[in-house]
């Protein structure tokens, strides 16, 4: 049954990626490597959107015609993407085999489930950033990431035995471990723009409760300020950390602590009514928090100051 433009098409398996992206059958159940030289898509495929249960990893050369979530794929060589499964994706342009260079693995959870990578994959924030933060790598970095994809091509061609999966994926979380180490020199190598977007989590933090927000919207959300500088959440709370050594999350709990200070100090409220102009709905959140980072509750630290 064919699927309209409005529905989105659910992609469970590696083998019903193949049948979706009209590629060969993979040799592998679990994971797959596709060489996009050898994608074609028809202009009747433009506008159809599909979501996948799968973890894909990507190099592309160039602009290949599909929208990941609410922005492109489009973007010079050398630039590496990720995805987590239940990501959508919109095919936006018709493609010709030979359009684009490079490769996309994808891999089923259960590929990993009972392994080492399945207790550390959430590390791997970079499934979660949006298209425009890709990994731009050196010709080295991309040779280096060609070597990991050798070998799991190698060995998904081989007859599977008892050895099989554990060899993919210790290749598997090598590649990611590469990944990681390659964003962090794009953070070092973009250290004046991250200091940008410090200085603007910190201004923005500060008018957030300046021009009492709080009291309407609440404590304020990561993804507040993530949007005011155009970065995913996950791309800018891993920015901000390598930028100050701390999480973002602490750096807005430090501040309502240290207002809070001078609101118990500097007025009568009540413990209460301080608690809701700073955001929260319920004071013994506030009094926890307070007193994780103080030692005392707002009590205490009143009556003894």
Request: charged residues 25%; proline residues 2%.
């Given at each position: ?22 590629v060969a059958k993979p040799s592998h159940p679990l994971v797959s490597l596709i060489d996009t030289a050898q994608l074609e898509i028809p202009a009747s495929a433009i506008g159809t959107r599909s979501v996948s249960n799968l973890y894909m ?217 301080i608690a809701y102009d700073l955001g929260f709905n319920y004071p013994h959140y506030f009094t926890r928090l307070f007193k994780s980072k103080t030692g005392q509750t707002p009590l ?6």
């Open positions: 049954m064919k699927t309209s433009k409005q529905e989105i098409k659910k992609i469970g398996s590696v083998a019903e990626m193949h049948e979706h992206l009209n990893v990507a190099v592309k050369d160039r602009n290949c015609g599909v929208d990941y979530g609410r922005n492109s794929f489009d973007f010079n060589e050398g630039l590496m993407v990720f995805s987590a499964p239940g990501q959508v994706y919109t095919t936006r342009r018709s493609m010709e085999k030979g359009d684009i260079q490079g490769w996309m693995l994808y891999f089923h959870p259960d590929l990993i489930r009972n392994t080492h990578l399945s207790k550390s994959i959430e590390q791997y924030s970079f499934f979660n950033y949006d298209v425009y933060e890709a990994l731009h790598l050196s010709e080295a970095e991309e040779q280096m990431v060609n070597n990991c994809i050798a070998h799991i091509k190698n060995e998904c061609e081989q007859r599977i035995d008892n050895h099989s999966q554990r060899v993919i994926v210790s290749n598997l979380e090598l590649l990611l471990n590469y990944a990681l180490r390659y964003y962090e020199r794009q953070f070092n190598t973009r250290t004046n723009q991250s200091k940008d977007v410090v200085a603007v989590f910190e201004r923005e933090l500060k008018s957030y409760y300046e021009q009492q927000n709080a009291l309407e919207l609440g404590t304020p959300a990561i993804e507040r300020f993530a949007e005011k500088v155009h970065l995913s959440q996950h791309y800018f709370s891993d920015l901000i950390k390598k930028e100050t050594g701390r999480a973002p999350k602490d750096h807005i709990n430090d501040y309502v602590v240290e207002r809070a200070k001078n609101m118990l100090l500097g007025s009568e409220q009540s413990i209460s009514a205490e630290y009143r009556n003894q100051n």
